[in-house]
């Protein structure tokens, strides 16, 4: 049973970092892909990052591109979100998800690509 669990969320000031934290359990294969999604009230899911663990191959949303960075530890079965100069609209609580057999590309941050999804973690923007 693949579990996901999400940590590192809270409250920053416009302009702030913070770092999320996703850790893995119970996938039994090599080649998956981790995404982050993340949701705010009376808005769709979107799709913010995602990484391959093959190649660690990585894909942004536009909105993020130049602030956010994805990594991976494979030790530690744990994904990161870098989340730097953070803005109001970036508000929102944000879901690390999991797919076995799927490859991290520009096209691979919709919601129904993937099977597997953490419990999600509030990321607060506000001064």
């Known amino acids: 049973q693949v579990q996901l669990v999400e940590s590192g969320g809270g409250l920053v000031q416009p302009g702030g970092s913070l770092r999320l934290s996703c850790a893995a359990s119970g996938i039994t294969t090599d080649y998956y892909s981790t995404a982050w999604f993340r949701q705010s009230p009376g808005k769709e899911r979107e799709g913010v990052s995602c990484i391959s663990s093959s190649d660690d191959n990585t894909a942004y949303t536009d909105s993020v591109k130049g602030r956010f960075t994805i990594s991976r530890d494979n030790a530690k079965n744990t994904v990161y979100l870098q989340m730097d100069s953070l803005k109001p609209e970036d508000t929102a609580v944000y879901f690390c998800?999991?797919?076995?057999?799927?490859?991290?590309?520009?096209?691979?941050?919709?919601?129904?690509?993937?099977?597997?999804w953490g419990q999600g973690t509030q990321v607060a923007v506000s001064s």
């Open positions: 998800a999991a797919a076995e057999y799927f490859y991290c590309s520009d096209n691979g941050l919709l919601a129904y690509d993937y099977d597997h």
